[in-house]
């Protein structure tokens, strides 16, 4: 999800020192919150955070949007593709942040499943928060609110502003609060061109040295929903190809999260090119991410499409989701109790967006994104955060399974 208050690179526009609540545009990447799903392959899709209007015509059988004030994104096609240990630094993860030797290896992908560094399965229950925009970078205190709701996971929006000395804050205060800190970088959000620039960034000396540090407890998210809804399988694969062999060729050896293109919600190019991708990885060390900004009301896609990706193999997680879609807000609402359902069914993880302590711009007047008045614990804006979190028989606080190896440094 892109924040609205906070875009911050443009093809034809430099937009920097905006704070919440104010909202600017450009011809390539809009805002999210103004008009316009596009109807692709008898799918009408609202469209994803960050968006802005696209060309027509794409070839994966996203429709092109309109580019007027908010995102206009294509759908998927229906009836698209489906695909049928090293040592690593240890960190200081202990319950109170300190303390824990050095540890061989890092979280690893085996099958579908998602195992840390002492093989026990890990199925992430958490939720994302646009740490970067915050006043400190460092998740302090937004981290400990998230924590009681007994996540595992918390999603640390990121990009180039941000230093290695605020990145090895923010991923040590998530693992003092025995989150597992999934770092991402928001700076090729819908464009997939952007891609090698966030790769620069990951590898460079100083933050590579931060990711190796805490690689025994740490995911990376690459890039935040990289590539419009034009983007095919092939251009996709062929994007993020050259991305793993630079992350590996650093060092890296933890599992590197791969979003779907047209803003995070083409799953049919994930199912169409995550064998290959996996196959060029030396490591075999990947998940892929869907990002749910689809106008599902009875969860009919949710449950196609789960289970299309479980009968594949495919390891996926499901990166955002909220109540309703973007461009219309509530009028566009999406079955999230199905998909709690449903994930909890076929152990696929997933992170809610967002926490709240910076809030969105978006929808804030009907049925807003965040999940916590000003991110506190239990200062809920509306039903559907209190069920994700606290209430539904599915929700984070009733699913969330803590690790070991985050709750006590150690494999026992």
Not at 315 to 336: D, K, M, R, T
Request: aromatic share 6%; hydrophobic share 40%.
């Amino acid at each position: 999800m892109f924040h609205a208050s906070h875009m911050f690179r443009s093809l034809a526009v430099l937009v920097l020192g905006f704070g919440p609540g104010l909202a600017c545009s450009s011809g390539t990447d809009q805002p999210i919150g103004g008009a316009g799903g596009a109807t692709a392959g008898g799918t009408t899709s609202g469209g994803a955070p960050g968006a802005g209007g696209q060309a027509a015509g794409g070839s994966d059988g996203s429709a092109g949007g309109s580019g007027g004030a908010g995102p206009s994104v294509g759908g998927d096609a229906a009836g698209g593709n489906s695909a049928g240990g090293t040592d690593a630094g240890g960190s200081s993860s202990g319950g109170d942040g300190s303390g824990g030797a050095a540890v061989e290896g890092t979280f690893r992908v085996q099958g579908a499943k998602l195992l840390d560094r002492c093989g026990e399965e890990v199925v992430l229950r958490g939720v994302n928060e646009m740490i970067i925009w915050s006043s400190g970078k460092d998740g302090d205190p937004e981290f400990s609110e998230i924590a009681k709701t007994g996540a595992n996971v918390v999603r640390i929006v990121w990009n180039e502003e941000g230093t290695a000395a605020e990145l090895e804050t923010a991923i040590a205060n998530a693992l003092k609060e025995q989150l597992i800190p999934m770092v991402e970088h928001h700076s090729a959000t819908g464009d997939l061109s952007k891609l090698p620039e966030v790769v620069d960034y990951w590898v460079s000396p100083d933050i590579i040295a931060v990711l190796k540090k805490y690689e025994a407890d740490l995911l990376l998210n690459i890039a935040n929903e990289a590539g419009d809804g034009n983007v095919t399988a092939a251009q996709f694969q062929a994007a993020y190809e050259p991305a793993i062999t630079r992350l590996r060729e650093a060092g890296l050896v933890l599992p590197l999260i791969l979003d779907a293109p047209s803003w995070g919600q083409n799953i049919n190019v994930l199912q169409a090119s995550w064998e290959a991708l996996v196959a060029h990885d030396p490591e075999s060390n990947l998940l892929f991410s869907v990002h749910m900004w689809w106008n599902d009301p009875e969860g009919t896609r949710v449950k196609t499409e789960l289970a299309e990706s479980v009968a594949a193999g495919m390891p996926l997680i499901v990166g955002e989701f909220a109540q309703h879609a973007v461009s219309q807000c509530s009028a566009e609402p999406f079955a999230y109790g199905v998909l709690l359902e449903e994930a909890e069914k076929a152990a696929i993880g997933w992170l809610a967006w967002s926490w709240g302590a910076v809030p969105n711009n978006d929808c804030k007047e009907d049925g807003p994104f965040d999940m916590a008045e000003g991110g506190v614990y239990g200062s809920w804006t509306g039903t559907w955060a209190e069920e994700v979190a606290v209430t539904h028989p599915a929700s984070i606080k009733n699913t969330s399974v803590r690790p070991a190896s985050i709750v006590t440094g150690s494999c026992n």
